[in-house]
């Protein structure tokens, strides 16, 4: 696959970009709705919830955070993961914009 170019796309472009590409797992949007679901920050065990191992688990983890769209804290030997309020509301937005745009059914195929 050749380069993305993303120089060439604007910063809001290229923001909600990568916000999707680490949507784009059904393992980490399993992870956000556990979060969502639990209100509060996730220190459980993941792995019996989801049933993947505990390496897959912690590389989407880490993916999700790297993103912005979860953030963590240390507690003893664990880790809790949140979601993180301000890139969830500029999610919110640029997706809620982008699918908005849409107009409605036109007759061109």
């Not at 399993?30 to 688990?57: K, P």
């Not at 240390?74 to 699918?99: A, H, M, R």
């Amino acid at each position: 696959m050749g380069l993305t170019k993303t120089e060439i796309f604007t910063d809001e472009q290229n923001q909600l970009a990568q916000l999707m590409k680490a949507l784009a797992h059904p393992a980490r949007i399993a992870i956000l709705q556990r979060i969502l679901i639990s209100n509060t920050c996730i220190c459980g065990d993941l792995v019996g919830e989801l049933g993947l191992a505990q390496a897959t688990i912690s590389q989407h983890l880490k993916e999700l955070k790297t993103a912005g769209i979860i953030q963590g804290t240390i507690e003893g030997v664990s880790v809790c993961y949140c979601i993180n309020p301000v890139t969830w509301k500029l999610l919110e937005k640029q997706l809620g914009v982008f699918l908005s745009s849409y107009k409605g059914e036109v007759s061109c195929c």
